[in-house]
């Protein structure tokens, strides 16, 4: 079992980037494949950077694609999510999530992402973190 805690959430102004952190506590931290999610007030949680539980394909979210970069050190059970170009649209609680890469659950639906203009299902990833606050304004 994986413990997740994410960082570096805060309050950032447009057009600026912004890097959080995963670091994780547990066993195998390199067995684990690092999905990434957020929810911005009033709606529903989205998926950033996931597999899709259909194929099982690595899939970008159209919100932030060309945007981010997606990043881990397994020496260090970290991973990292950078935000290029910021804007209120991305304000937000971002997550990481783990699941393990040898037992991807296919045909699970978990959280929803919108990739390449169609919305699919992420698989259902096993541990989450709490959750880091990001506010783009002024």
């Known amino acids: 079992q994986l413990t997740l805690v994410e960082s570096g959430g805060g309050l950032v102004q447009p057009g600026r980037s912004l890097k959080l952190s995963c670091a994780a506590s547990g066993p195998r931290f390199s067995s684990y494949a690092i999905g990434w999610f957020r929810q911005a007030p009033g709606k529903e949680r989205e998926g950033l950077l996931c597999?899709?539980?259909?194929?099982?394909?690595?899939y970008n979210s159209d919100s932030v694609t060309g945007r981010f970069t997606v990043t881990r050190d397994n020496s260090k059970n970290e991973a990292y999510l950078e935000i290029d170009g910021l804007t209120p649209e991305d304000t937000a609680d971002y997550y990481c999530?783990?699941?393990?890469?040898?037992?991807?659950?296919?045909?699970?639906?978990?959280?929803?992402?919108?990739?390449?203009?169609?919305?699919?299902?992420?698989?259902?990833?096993?541990?989450w973190g709490q959750g880091t606050r990001v506010t783009v304004s002024v």
């Open positions: 597999y899709g539980s259909d194929d099982g394909r690595t």
């Open positions: 999530a783990a699941i393990e890469m040898w037992s991807i659950p296919l045909g699970d639906p978990g959280v929803k992402i919108r990739a390449h203009g169609t919305i699919r299902s992420c698989v259902p990833y096993s541990f």
